[in-house]
């Protein structure tokens, strides 16, 4: 194999596809990028691959000799990194001793690579369910709830955001046990057409994906964000992303995501009106104190139209601030993770949130004023003795 490419291109696609290298690998090629030229394209191909998310992406260079080779990915990040911008890089493949010699203006290297026949083929979906996804719109319902799903590796689905695909719009929704992200993008071309599935209801594709993997998606969705849309494969277990020379696959988590829409009560006795940058200026200074120990902040709501929102880090100090709202009913208190708070309020655009309530042990839901139902965040209050 021979190749010549531009140090700039080769650099980003290494970066791109060593996301999905193995960090601590079962086999040590899976420690390897696959390298692919095409002699017919002039297409160089690099696959990363850990068994659970796969990265693929092309680019074109002078090929001179078709062939593939898998080269530590490690090494390879770091030279190709440090050669000179832009400058022309030849690669070339002894095919008896499988030793890459990399070579740019400046000089050269060596690595010993190893035969692709034993790297793992990336999992193409054949068969199963076919949709047209609208970039802007993925990316919103993943912004909106990516923030809330679990670390736990012992609640192995809510480790992922669970994405229902409707007819006329997508909904996504993500929880770790202590708060509820909900999000409805309605999008009339979301669903471009669907392939061997039926219309009925029923037939909504339901698919839940490891935030580890989504994190790499957001950023293909994001590059591609210009394009039309981006083709989703699903069948038995596995997600394929297409865009034009990219290709991303990861396992979906196995499970039936719990039914989250019952827990969000259906009446609230108080609703709660604020600005939504000064509710999160006022926690983000309140959170200075509140992170020194407990990261509980405490609302205490009158008849007037201030809210007191406080904070107390036993024998390190106290912060209390009050801020305008919008309620008229009798006093209430009621407290949260300050942290759980800012993370939902952050993804808010609207001027104004919506809190509502009922009684300071139930649920409490923040909703953006100017569309009530695109966005449902929910967060368990912490009890707190007074």
Known sequence: MEIIC????????????????????????LANILLTADEG?????????????????????????????????????????????????????????????????????????????????LPFVESGTSLNI????????????IFASSNDESKQLLTGVNFTFKQNYLESASTDGH??????????????NKDNISQSEGDNLSVTIPTRSLREIEKLVTLKSTEN???????????????????????????????????????????FNFNTKKLIDALERIAILADQQSSVVKFALDDSDLASISADAQDIGNANESIPVSYSGENFDIAFNVRYLLEGLKVIASENVLLKCNIATTPAVFVPEDNLNSFTYLVMPVQVRS
């Open 41 to 121: 394209t002039n297409k160089i191909s690099l696959t990363g691959f850990d068994l659970n998310l796969g990265i693929q992406t092309s680019f074109d260079g002078t090929v001179k000799n078709s062939g593939a080779i898998t080269v530590p990915s490690k090494l390879l990040s770091e030279i190709v990194n440090k050669l000179p911008n832009e400058t022309p890089v030849l690669l070339v493949v002894d095919g008896d001793s499988d030793n890459v010699l990399i070579k740019s203006d400046r000089g050269s290297f060596n690595l010993k690579g190893i035969p692709s026949d034993d790297y793992p083929n």
């Open 6 to 29: 531009n140090q700039n291109e080769l650099n980003n696609a290494i970066q791109l596809v060593s996301k999905a290298v193995a960090s601590r690998p079962t086999h040590p090629i």
């Open 229 to 271: 849309s981006i083709k989703l494969f699903y069948d038995k277990g596995q997600v394929v992303f297409i865009s034009s020379n990219q290709i991303i696959t990861t396992r979906t988590l196995e499970g039936t995501y719990p039914n989250y829409s019952q827990l969000i009560p259906d009446t609230f006795s108080k609703i």
């Open 179 to 192: 708060r509820l992200a909900v999000a409805l993008i309605g999008n009339e071309e979301n669903i471009g």
């Open 134 to 145: 609208e970039p802007s719109s993925f990316l919103k319902a993943l912004k909106f709830t």
